[in-house]
């Protein structure tokens, strides 16, 4: 829960990579493509990876990990990224956004990989937008663009046809249907805590439950900004985004207000397992203490009454007379059943 | 409670059929009619369908089942329908929305029968309204349209003299009017939870109650967007609504407002159950406690008063009295009756 | 709280009358007043009904009670009525709302009496005002305008100088005083549950005041829509609202808001009695455990004490002891002496 | 809680005084200022009263008790005030709210007293802003506005340099600034709540903190609504006031906006203190509990024990044992020193 | 929780200081500065001040401690600063604002520092920002701004090279920055209690969770009118503030508006927090409980059983029968161990 920010104090602008996670080295790649072709190349420094960019065409130049400053900053300088840009890409606890600039825009989102173990995983994704080229910066290798670079490889879609909006859009597109997958998984650990939560009664439910509602919360504070960052691209009128992608910004517009009111969903059905969960708690406590307290006052009359005729007293006629012992065991016997009987006409039973 | 997208990392507009029901044949209808006479078709091809066509008068196509992609693309293409729009009306999950696109309106709504067992169970209609002519994609054949096919027929009210706007209209009207069938079965639901929420203490009785309140708000997540998107159709500056429909989608949007409201005196009316039903059984449960808590009380000190005399000590005075057993006997009705008297006085009996 | 609608399939506009208490004769009476003088009469058919009209002056027709669909039919024919409109007069679970046609302005709002035993009761009154008439229809014949026919008839206030619309305004205004009457008895009610809320631990107390509840909130559903068609009707720029009547509509507008806002307050004042109440019963229920525990706990060590001593062991040198008795019980009173005290240090008794 | 108004069934604008404090005595007087000089005068009768009038400075009539209908009507029609003004001024349950009339602003505001008793008490003050007059209408004499009469007296700061919207600023300000003294009381009251919260178990805490919410509650009711209506002040394009009055105006926003920040924070507080006591009252209880029953677990099973030794049985060998009985006891003493380690280790003790 | 203002009653622009810590001696420093150079200088009185000005750079002006209203006055004069202006000055209890006058700007917000014991600590910080000039106002003198004066002095960053505006978002970014250090503070906090949650079940943990609770939620009452204030600013159409700046405006407003989200998550935390602390307190009683009565209710029949042979009836054939004693142990034995045998099928031990 707490904010580390090492760069507090530092004059604006200052560049320091904020993570939370350890970093990895930097690596560098580029992807041109036009209606007719495609290549992809990785590039050892910032210059190399210049020299592939696709004049006629898109490029999509791809920065995994953020430690590399001094590529950042010529990356930034030659496309004349502003000094607060860049020290929001490196910041990777910010919120998701988009901020228009003179030149481009930038954009900032989050990709969520579900792992089995500590539930959703957050990594920053930054996608700065100009005329031709879309640079993404990630925090980690990884593959959650794969499916993207397939698509262009093999021509799938319209991918290939349109501009580096529609690229943006595509990345921000599969970013979504990951969110749905995560979705997927919450949904079915709060099925599997539904079903418990009539029986299930130990003292840990309770704090399992509370860690999924933080995780389904914090789920909400990135899906909510990106939904009114969607809704400010699609108010935006910039030249950058044609007016052909509209539609598609709808349509992912609709996506991510469905993941949110799924999480919407989820929040009412955590409150709904809870008190459903407190009430049989106290419910089969009270069943316990019920059976418990009745088997105690029937016996309490009982041992009196033996109580009694183990007293010493010199004149106490009962003791002496021959059926007094096998009297008081149905007098005794009488009680019982008449205390059960009346239990039973109250409905203790 | 799960999202499942088969769809999931395919590029939008890819053309999956999701929905969580089994799928069944996709079979194609035509309806044409004008103010002087109607009739209806069955295709078994698209191009059959086509044919039918009432070039002059209004045309309705009602598409049942979503399987059979060759088709749908071909409607899709007769009519220019955007590859999203065919997307959303394949995606069997989707929020209901209006959205205009040049050449039509695309509506999505979202049709509710009540099933006794399991409540209230959802088919995505879509509705994808022309200058002349009124497309509808259900996910199943089923009769929810039957009233408005029999108002066409027998020339039952002003449908017939009406544009294509009016019939989605009265197909929208038709599907408000089964909500609040559902709404009555769920009203009549809540009542009975009412009436038994002072008597009933089981364990699932909250239970089944979470169950009808997570039904009202999945309810509510299909009221409260269409009710967004009729106020949208209002708004809406188009050729394809004629200033005559208006007043119309005033009453339709009118009657929406009401089921939400109903939505939402059914939540209230549910936490009102909780709460009175959560005090019922902690009230009863008190009850229980204190009568044997009571009893047990009473006899304690005359336990003690039995086992005193029970001790063996060689010199106790009492024991050697005459009037000994008598006398203790009274003094233990003595204290019973005290307490009784105590318990009474503070109101605890 | 269900929702029965016989129209339900209809083609919209079909007349039938929605309601749920059982329906009355169609009664119709007709009132004329100009500055100068005023008269009352009643018809039995819409023809002799309409022969009264005040040509000069302005008229009001009040229609009681809605089954003479024939009749009604007529007089919507004669004042150009929307089909929409009869449907809306005749369907009373209508909410409140302020509807501008081309020649008339359709009002619909609830008049509110107080019954002893059922608590508010609900009557739909329509308005439609055109430029010199004001048609109402109510329900049942009743006395809700008895006092704005008074103030025709006696010619006080400005009622007879000014216009329709006035006359209009003043039949609001006379439901909104009744809505105030309705709240005070509520407010008394509250006030006995109030001073009921520490004492009262019984299981239907909860019971009742959810009740009451579930009145302010249906008068709430009734109180907010009608403010928002208030609000609407000054903010309309229609020839039929002179600009003189503005003053009275933000009068009118301010009561309806006092009572909205009093609304809310018996809600905040309801959660307040609950949580009073419930802790109290709580409490209650605390006390009389404590005070018995505490009794069962003294005697336990005591009962054992005397236990030991009805041990039957041929070696027990106390048994023997002459003091061993009275030893005993000295031993025994201060055990119990200690325990009190610790019982009151600890601030339990 | 309950809403009487005498003038329910009336015309509106009809006079009749609607307050729930006897009334007063209806004075006049009349405070008259320009930058040079100024004179206080009070006047038996209306007429009297505007012969003071002060023609080329500014007038500030201050008419105290709402009774005399006749001065009232005088008055009214001098300044030429709607019915409906008048008929506000004598509803003393009226919210607070800004109007604009023709030549004049009619203001509506709470001065609020502290009693010590009872708590804040209310009094409604109108103030009637023309071009060179201000005049303010209150239920009671009383000393609200003394300071405001001392300032024009002495002169002090630009009170008598300025217009008469300066003066109705002034007024409102200083009603404000007394809301500051009653949040302080009620915040001292919360803050002794707050510390008893812990300690505090008895049946009458609950209900008193529920009387300071409800006091909290009706202070909102009347200081939300008045910061509206300074927003609306400011907001007005009149030429009554002026373009140097909006800074102050300003001020008086963010003061009262400040008030209503108070406000919502001790409601907060309020819940906080609710919970904190409620759960100490559970876990005093609890405590309780918890050693009452460890004291009779304890001693349970050494009664059965003595109990057994106390059987009569012809053959007990233990009986007839030398050292049955100590051996008897060091069971029993090791059986305690168990059960206590037992609870220790499970932290129970 | 008290509001103490000793300005009440008076005048409107009185000049009193309103603050609750003790006052500090008024202390003055200005620092003059242009992208060529930078000095700092102290001044004993005003005159001497205003003579250090930086009539060609940029001049900031720093007071530290608010009680020498003679200097304050005398400064306010120089820059023609209004009355209200220097009021808000010395009401340190003002919430964060911002303000725009003729030839000036002015902010109020409040700078925080943790204090290991008390929490969080605020001082108010008055900016006031003109055409070349910055005027800051502390309560106390502090090292909040240490870090600026530091970047003007090495001449880090952009600082020197822009206007008097950047300097005073420079300032304004440090205080939020420092936020986020108490944000990191409480964070940590709430990390232990979290921890805590599920054993701690003492009377104080609660308690203590709400302090926290009113930590943040004072520090929610000071970060939200910030960030209104920041987003008025931007908004601002004055030419005070340079285009060039509306980037840093941004980043700062998207900071605030994290700790803003920060804060929320932390609410909701909190929330959890209480109601998995308030769910173990009563699992573990219900456990404690339980076991408990178990051994009481295994013992009672037991003790029921030896009762009966402790009577001294004459004729008891058990008593004489030689096996009598050890069949009375076995049927002992045998109904203990059913009664657990029963205790573990029903899942309670």
Same mark, same amino acid.
């Given at each position: 829960m707490a904010v580390e920010r090492p760069?507090?104090?530092?004059?604006?602008?200052?560049l320091v990579y904020v993570g939370d996670r350890k970093p990895t080295e930097t690596s560098l790649s580029v992807i041109g493509y036009d209606p007719i072709g495609s290549w992809i190349k990785t590039a050892d420094t910032v210059e190399e990876l210049l020299s592939y960019r696709n004049e006629a065409g898109i490029t999509w130049i791809n920065v995994n990990g953020l430690n590399d400053m001094d590529s950042l900053s010529k990356l930034a300088k030659t496309y004349c990224l502003h000094n607060l840009t860049l020290e929001d890409i490196l910041n990777t606890e910010h919120r998701p956004k988009v901020e228009e600039f003179e030149d481009y825009l930038f954009i900032i989102a989050k990709a969520i990989t579900w792992n089995e173990e500590k539930g959703p995983e957050y990594e920053q994704i930054s996608i700065v937008l100009t005329k031709n080229t879309v640079i993404t910066f990630q925090e980690h290798p990884g593959d959650c663009f794969d499916t993207i670079r397939k698509r262009i490889e093999v021509n799938a879609g319209r991918i290939r046809k349109m501009g580096s909006d529609y690229l943006a859009y595509a990345l921000l597109d599969s970013m979504v249907d990951d969110y749905f997958k995560t979705l997927d998984q919450l949904g079915q650990r709060l099925e599997d805590f539904e079903n418990q939560a009539v029986d299930e009664t130990g003292r840990h439910f309770l704090k399992q439950l509370q860690q999924v509602k933080q995780q389904v919360l914090a789920l909400r504070r990135v899906i909510w900004p990106l939904r009114e960052s969607i809704a400010t691209l699609q108010r935006l009128e910039t030249e950058?985004?044609? &007016? &052909?992608l509209h539609p598609f910004l709808k349509d992912l517009y609709d996506n991510i207000l469905q993941s949110a009111e799924t999480i919407e969903g989820y929040r009412e059905l955590i409150v709904s397992i809870m008190e459903v969960n407190l009430s049989s708690v106290s419910n089969k406590m009270n069943e316990v203490m019920k059976v418990l307290t009745i088997i105690s006052t029937i016996f309490i009359p009982l041992t009196f009454v033996v109580g009694v005729y183990g007293m010493?007293?010199?004149?106490?006629p009962e003791l002496e007379h021959p059926l007094g012992y096998p009297i008081t065991w149905s007098v005794m016997i009488l009680i019982a059943l008449g205390m059960v009987a009346f239990f039973k006409r109250r409905h203790w039973l």
């Open positions: 760069d507090l104090g530092l004059p604006p602008g200052s950058l985004i044609s &007016e &052909e010493n007293f010199k004149f106490m």
